[in-house]
């Protein structure tokens, strides 16, 4: 059971280039979600997806496109990389049975640079 | 809308010293709330939660009690060792809201020194 991965663990870019970072999952989970993490500014959401098949915007999802290729993967596409787009990508999932059920688990992370 | 404060860092101490950190969240719901760990470049874990008003979540000798009256959340720690240096982050989720997304704090750096 390798919980949430995420490749690549790093990449540079330089600006105006394209990649995807790709997020799967072995746990099962229906919710999946992409963040992003900066400097003084803990994590921002960036895209969600409640479930296959759906997708939504959070709080930062401008330069961004997702996909949710299935049940187990979640990716998120840089058309046009730009600077600020600089940051630690984070995904994660959860189980949403319940009010209860409320813990989101974390890949390890991708590093990008865009130059 | 939602949102959590919690203390700058760094956060320095000796090892076997007491720790707290500050967390407050403002919601117009009834949140879950967590820390959660970062150590050096590694991803987010789950150090611990709570889900409802006075519930305490404890984990590695980690403590935090849910004070719906004080709308805190602090974290604390007897006893902490050099293991324990890491970021960490107070989050809440409100369970009504359909994303359950997770609101982060900016995180707090802690240095325990030998």
């Known amino acids: 059971n390798a919980g949430v991965t995420q490749t690549p663990k790093f990449q540079v870019l330089k600006t105006g280039q394209s990649m995807t970072l790709q997020c799967a999952q072995d746990?099962?989970?229906?919710?999946m979600y992409w963040y992003r993490q900066d400097p003084g500014m803990g994590l921002r959401l960036i895209y969600y997806?409640?479930?296959?098949?759906?997708?939504d915007k959070g709080e930062v999802p401008n330069g961004y496109n997702v996909s949710r290729l299935n049940k187990r993967e979640f990716s998120l596409r840089l058309e046009s990389a730009a600077p600020s787009q600089t940051s630690v990508y984070f995904c994660?999932?959860?189980?949403?049975?319940?009010?209860?059920?409320?813990?989101?688990?974390f890949g390890p992370g991708t590093r990008l640079t865009v130059l | 809308g939602d949102s959590v404060t919690q203390m700058e860092g760094p956060v320095t101490l000796s090892e076997e010293a007491f720790l707290t950190i500050n967390c407050t969240y403002t919601?117009?719901?009834?949140?879950?709330l967590f820390w959660y760990v970062q150590y050096p470049g590694e991803g987010l874990q789950l150090l611990l939660k709570?889900?409802?008003?006075?519930d305490k979540g404890s984990n590695k000798g980690f403590e935090a009690t849910y004070r719906k009256e004080t709308t805190s959340f602090h974290l604390e720690k007897g006893s902490v060792q050099v293991s324990d240096s890491a970021v960490y982050f107070c989050?809440?989720?409100?369970?009504?809201?359909?994303?359950?997304?997770?609101?982060f704090g900016t995180g707090t750096l802690l240095a325990v020194q030998p």
């Open positions: 994660a999932s959860r189980v949403p049975t319940g009010l209860q059920q409320v813990t989101q688990y």
């Open positions: 746990m099962n989970h229906n919710s």
């Open positions: 997806s409640a479930s296959e098949g759906t997708t």
């Open positions: 919601a117009t719901g009834y949140p879950s």
């Open positions: 709570a889900t409802k008003a006075d």
């Open positions: 989050a809440l989720s409100d369970a009504g809201e359909a994303t359950n997304k997770l609101i």
